[in-house]
T-cell receptor, first 120, second 112 residues
Framework: GAVVSQHPSRVICKSGTSVKIECRSL??????MFWYRQFPKQSLMLMAT?????????EQGVEKDKFLINHASLTLSTLTVTSAHPEDSSFYIC????????????????FGPGTRLTVL | QQQVKQSPQSLIVQKGGISIINCAYE??????FPWYQQFPGKGPALLIA?????SEKKEGRFTISFNKSAKQFSLHIMDSQPGDSATYFC???????????FGTGTKLQVIP
């Protein structure tokens, strides 16, 4: 089955540094990828929709200058947390749509394994 | 605006019992109703999904029941096993990019 990978799986950084997280679709091409954030014991909150070759679309309340998204190819999207602070510590999850069935609502979304970010 | 509401928030079921999780939605534009399963420290994975043209779909021990008029759908886990202990989310997609709206989640614990 389709697989989405994320790298790194876990990262610890100092406050003020920037962290880049990669999301790759391994055996399908994804025009659209999504980035989520999940705090402990909470649901996944959509941060942004990443579109290959164009600017990402951010959800209300998400700072686009803080969370930089680049979708440079049909298999790779990156999320960079700039000037990270302890409140950015969270579980970041990406997903990718397999649109081979034609771009319908039934397109399966495959989720990555997540990246645990801890900012000291 | 919360478009999907899940209940209960948590559920404890004995091994072999039936687990039932409900999801109520507001957006009538939803036309695909998936349930995702998430284990601690992992990303969610699609468990089972239904289109609104059918009222029930069964895959192994997992069944989705759909009530269009009530705008509700539910997940039934038959013969629940300790390995089913996880958090379950209803998460219908919508819009041009098919963004997924996650419910609040239900933490299921199946005890031996």
């Amino acid at each position: 089955g389709a697989v989405v990978s994320q790298h790194p799986s876990r990262v610890i950084c100092k406050s003020g540094t920037s962290v880049k997280i990669e999301c790759r679709s391994l055996d399908f091409q994804a025009t659209t990828m999504f980035w989520y954030r999940q705090f402990p014991k909470q649901s996944l909150m959509l941060m942004a929709t990443s579109n290959e070759g164009s600017k990402a679309t951010y959800e209300q309340g998400v700072e686009k200058d803080k969370f930089l998204i680049n979708h440079a190819s049909l298999t790779l999207s990156t999320l960079t947390v700039t000037s990270a602070h302890p409140e950015d510590s969270s579980f970041y999850i990406c997903s990718a749509r397999d649109e081979t069935s034609g771009g319908h609502s039934t397109d399966t979304q495959y989720f990555g394994p997540g990246t645990r970010l801890t900012v000291l | 605006q919360q478009q999907v509401k899940q209940s209960p928030q948590s559920l404890i079921v004995q091994k072999g019992g039936i687990s039932i999780i409900n999801c109520a939605y507001e957006n009538t534009a939803f036309d695909y109703f998936p349930w995702y399963q998430q284990f601690p420290g992992k990303g969610p994975a699609l468990l089972i999904a239904i289109r609104p043209d059918v009222s029930e779909k069964k895959e192994g021990r997992f069944t989705i029941s759909f009530n269009k008029s009530a705008k509700q759908f539910s997940l039934h886990i038959m013969d629940s096993q300790p390995g089913d202990s996880a958090t379950y989310f209803c998460a219908p997609p919508s819009g041009g990019y098919q963004k997924v709206t996650f419910g609040t989640g239900t933490k299921l614990q199946v005890i031996p």
